[in-house]
């Protein structure tokens, strides 16, 4: 299984930015698919990007196109969500995901390895 260590959330106010760092330990990097997602209380675990470590290839969803940029540092095995024009509705955790087994990018549900989490707080 993956392991996962998310870093990076912090406080900030609407309109900043924040860089998050997901590290996986692995042997297979390059053949795992790995994902961004957020949670506030109550609600589904939303997808936000994601990243197929071989080819870089990036997905998102509409709600954060041209907000959120997903990359990759393979050297480190590190995915990274860049965040920027933050919001008040962007506050939650947020979760990497690796190693997508099953169903469509964006389900939660399909992967086999999470990280901790890591909260952003952004106030108005």
């Known amino acids: 299984q993956v392991r996962l260590m998310e870093s990076g959330g912090g406080s900030v106010q609407t309109g900043g930015s924040l860089r998050l760092s997901c590290t996986a330990s692995?042997?297979?990097?390059?053949?795992?698919?790995m994902a961004w997602f957020r949670q506030t209380p109550g609600k589904q675990r939303e997808a936000l990007a994601g990243?197929?470590?071989?080819?870089?290839?990036?997905l998102y969803v509409d709600s954060v196109k041209g907000r959120f940029t997903i990359s990759q540092e393979s050297a480190k095995k590190t995915v990274y969500l860049q965040m920027n024009d933050l919001k008040p509705e962007d506050t939650a955790l947020y979760y990497c995901?690796?190693?997508?087994?099953?169903?469509?990018?964006?389900?939660?549900?399909?992967?086999?390895?999470w990280g901790h989490g890591t909260q952003v707080t952004v106030s108005s």
């Open positions: 692995t042997d297979r990097w390059g053949d795992i698919f």
């Open positions: 995901a690796a190693d997508l087994q099953s169903g469509f990018w964006y389900g939660s549900a399909g992967y086999r390895s």
């Open positions: 990243i197929n470590t071989r080819l870089a290839l990036t």
